[in-house]
């Protein structure tokens, strides 16, 4: 066996290996006794390895860099080999580093092209590294290479050409120095309808700047984003992140042991329970090592159910519903006229709406058992626009039943137009404003008028625009109103 180099066990100094053309060979005591461990370095160069690395994480993961530019690894302590994605075809891999600092992230050196290649996955993807600092004549490619033990972002770095030159080269390598997740108020479980605030923070603990770095987080289904936001040394840098359920941080230039803090609020949506991973993830435009943000389990507690029974409303209704028979509006304004609520009742509530059916918007004053015609003014409408009004008394904690819907137009800029219901009569009378002025029976109505039970319908309100002659007359209220 032709040796290329020897290695041992860091925990045991008992165990160690010694691998080059033939493959690998492997003693458990001290090196009295041997025994070949290459089952799976087969092919054509692969049982030529170069280079030999122990995991400092797990000393029973090698990792064999051969003649033939493959990449083996043995989970086995070397019993047996597997080819990982590594393939530099006739390239040799001449220097495998395992990162001090994450078990899955390989450095990989080849002779003939001189890059340096990193795997954050155990070996599954690659991607070059952007060494600097290294020389570029063909004959000084790298032939040693290690990772500083108190700077995991630094590689010192040796060659061979014209005596041995020594060379540096860093990489940024990100850090979290917290992520946590709280409720916004109060403490307890999480449950539907809770504010959660995440914070975490990143840091460029290697020597060299990390250009853009940024995270990105996937919100799960029931989280519903709220806000973000990023500072740097206290200056905010940006607000609001999001796309879809994915939130991206950036922070320009992050230089060696800055910081920057990243906080967002997200809201637990109703009807939710179960656990939940957030796993963030960190890069750069230097591809930057990547500590990974440690995860945050997020478990949502349904509410409890209410043991007490529902409470009981004890108050008696109004007798019959108001009578809406007139209203006045202007460009912003409507003024509702109607008779009183059947006793008892102690206040009374309007409802208004763009829409035939709904219940948009709302508003309750008090007014306990009055005997006349009540008004109440509605403001800040838009204008030329049609509203549907009705409206209904209320005792303590019992609503009436609601009264006919009178559906109206507010007007244009300084026009005022009175709506009328007698009965089934409706007419619509303009005061002022641009157009022809149309003629409505009476302009005065009295302080009380007898209730009148409401039409199920939506009454539309037509405008008169001629009064007809000959027309037979019509009266009611005691000949009062005549049409």
């Known amino acids: 066996m032709a040796i290329s180099g020897i290695t041992y066990d860091p925990y045991d100094a008992n165990t160690v290996y010694v691998f080059g053309l033939g493959g690998v060979c492997k003693s458990t005591d001290g090196g009295t006794t041997w025994s070949t461990s290459s089952t799976g370095l087969s092919c054509s160069y692969c049982n030529w390895v170069d280079f030999l690395a122990i995991s400092p994480h797990d000393t029973k993961v090698l990792y064999a860099g051969t003649r033939s530019g493959k990449l083996f690894k043995s989970t086995d302590g070397g019993v047996n080999w597997s080819q ?37 996955d155990a070996g599954i993807t690659w991607t ?42 860093y990489i940024p390598k990100f850090e979290t120095s917290t992520f946590s997740v709280a409720k916004h108020q109060g403490s307890g479980p999480y449950r539907p309808g809770d ?16 250009t853009n770095p940024y995270v990105r987080i996937v919100l799960p289904s029931f989280l519903a984003y709220v806000s973000g936001s990023a500072t740097k040394d206290g200056v905010a840098l940006f607000s609001d992140p999001i796309s879809g359920n994915t939130i991206t941080f950036q922070g320009n230039n992050l230089l060696r042991n800055e910081s920057l803090v990243f906080t967002f609020q997200a809201t637990i949506n ?13 890069t750069s435009d ?12 997020i478990s949502v507690e349904p509410w409890p159910e209410m043991k007490a029974s529902a409470p009981v409303c004890g108050d008696v209704p109004p007798a019959s519903p108001p009578d809406l028979f007139q209203i006045d509006v202007s460009s912003n304004s409507a003024v509702l006229y109607f008779t009183p609520a059947g006793k008892p009742y102690n206040y009374y509530f309007i409802s208004y709406s763009r829409f035939p059916h709904a219940e948009e918007y709302g508003t309750q004053f008090v007014l306990t058992n009055y005997e006349g015609v009540t008004s109440f003014k509605v403001s800040h409408l838009a ?14 904690c019992m609503p009436g039943p609601w009264s006919n819907i009178m559906e109206v137009k507010t007007g244009k800029n300084g026009e005022a137009i009175k709506y009328y ?12 404003g641009v157009g022809k002025e149309t003629i409505s029976p009476r302009d005065s109505l009295p302080s009380l008028l007898p209730s009148v ?4 319908a939506i009454i539309t309100l037509q405008k008169t625009e001629k009064k007809e002659e000959n027309k037979k007359k019509h009266c009611f209220l005691w000949n009062f109103f005549c049409f």
């Open 286 to 297: 230097e591809d930057a090592e990547g500590t990974i943000i440690p995860d945050i389990t």
């Open 383 to 396: 204008p030329q626009t049609t509203y549907y009004f009705k409206v209904r008394g209320g005792n303590g």
């Open 128 to 169: 070059i590294l952007p060494l600097t600092g290294l020389p570029e004549s063909s004959s000084r490619y790298p032939y040693t290479f290690i990772q500083d033990q108190n700077n995991s972002g630094r590689f010192i770095g040796c060659t061979v050409f014209n005596g041995v030159q020594i060379y540096e080269s």
């Open 270 to 282: 109703s009807g939710v329970s179960g656990t939940v991973v957030i796993d963030p993830t960190v």
């Open 195 to 210: 504010t959660l605030d995440f914070t975490f923070t990143l840091r460029n603990s290697g020597p060299a700047q990390a």
């Open 84 to 120: 990982t994605s590594f393939d530099l075809g006739s390239s040799a891999v001449i220097w495998v580093i395992v990162d001090k600092d994450s078990p899955d992230t390989l450095y990989v050196s080849e002779g003939t092209t001189k890059n340096w290649y990193r795997s954050t």
């Open 421 to 432: 219901r007698y009965g089934k009569v409706r007419t619509k009378k303009v005061i002022s």
């Open 453 to 456: 039970t409401p039409s199920p």
